[in-house]
């Protein structure tokens, strides 16, 4: 299916994924190619791009071009690039992204969105999958979608990052500290209006939730619980199968994301440039 006159995407599943041909990231892209891109996401969350042989300058420009870019407190970056993280996964470091999660959500602005390029792959294994939030929204009772707008949830950078994991350790006291410090649990609301589509997503992630505002222990578990099972469904899924130099473009306002730990003893190395993006809100529909 042709999005734009200038660029081939074809859904890969019925509620999220596209392939887009027709473009080449070591270019500079007009601005047109960009507002494409741009269309193509809101309107399939996640975009892959094959072989796309591109330095990590020319990775981070092109996520420049949608915005600000995000410096993980935490993981580790390409010298002299510290917005581009590496996630260098082998057995002495397995991944710890092997769970259902939305990226940096323990900010008070969680990115627009992130774009992940495959360095190093392993002979078998390591897919990623996403899932779409709208789909999941939609998905659930009338009720329970009215129960859950206007409700808010606790993100904390600790439930993803405590002391003790391995990417905290990585990091070295200080640096831990200092992170720690300065992201404090915070609130979102539990169903966010996409700010560019209007459509309402569930914005609660295993990655960061704890807690729903308001809510006894017992009950506000229950739910998100729920929630948490409830958008693995493989309908609001797509899974990529990696393949060298491919990339992957999500928005991270609609979607999560789950790296599928099933490769080691084998090393996979990826590179993410994560662009900034706004507050969530919610605004109930007119
Ligand atoms: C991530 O969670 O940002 C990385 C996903 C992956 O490595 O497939």
Redesign the pocket.
């Known amino acids: 299916m042709a999005l734009s006159n200038r660029l081939k995407v074809t859904p890969l599943a019925a509620n999220i994924g596209g392939l887009v041909e027709g473009v080449d990231l070591s270019q500079q892209l007009s601005d047109e190619t960009i507002a494409d891109i741009r269309g193509a996401l809101l309107d399939r969350q996640v975009l892959f791009f094959e072989n796309q042989d591109i330095t990590p300058r020319q990775h981070i420009d092109f996520a420049a071009r949608f915005g600000a870019l995000h410096t993980h407190p935490l993981y580790p970056a390409i010298e002299g690039i510290p917005e581009m993280?590496v996630?260098d996964?082998h057995k002495d470091n397995p991944?710890d992204?092997d769970s259902w999660?939305t990226?940096v959500t323990f900010i008070d602005t969680p990115p627009l969105g992130?774009i992940?390029k495959a360095e190093l792959l392993p002979p078998f294994g390591?897919d990623?999958l996403w899932s779409s939030m709208t789909a999941a929204y939609k998905a659930l009772s009338p009720t329970m979608q009215k129960f859950l707008s206007g409700l808010t949830a606790v993100h904390d950078f600790t439930r993803s990052f405590p002391e003790e994991s391995k990417v905290s350790q990585n990091a070295g006291d200080n640096t831990y500290a200092e992170a720690r410090k300065k992201h404090p649990p915070l609130l979102h609301p539990v169903i966010r209006t996409h700010p560019e589509t209007g459509e309402p997503c569930l914005f609660v992630n295993n990655g960061y939730t704890t807690r729903i505002k308001g809510m006894r222990g017992l009950e506000s578990k229950a739910i998100i619980d729920f929630l948490f099972q409830h958008i693995q469904k493989p309908e609001f899924c797509v899974r990529w199968r990696?393949s060298p130099n491919a990339i992957?473009f999500w928005d991270n306002r609609c979607t999560q994301?789950y790296?599928?730990n099933d490769y080691l003893p084998n090393r996979?190395v990826?590179h993410?440039a994560t662009i900034l993006g706004d507050k969530p809100f919610y605004r109930a529909a007119a």
Do not use: F
């Open positions: 993280i996630l996964n991944t992204n999660h990226d992130s992940l390591g990623t990696w992957a994301h790296a599928v996979r990826m993410r």
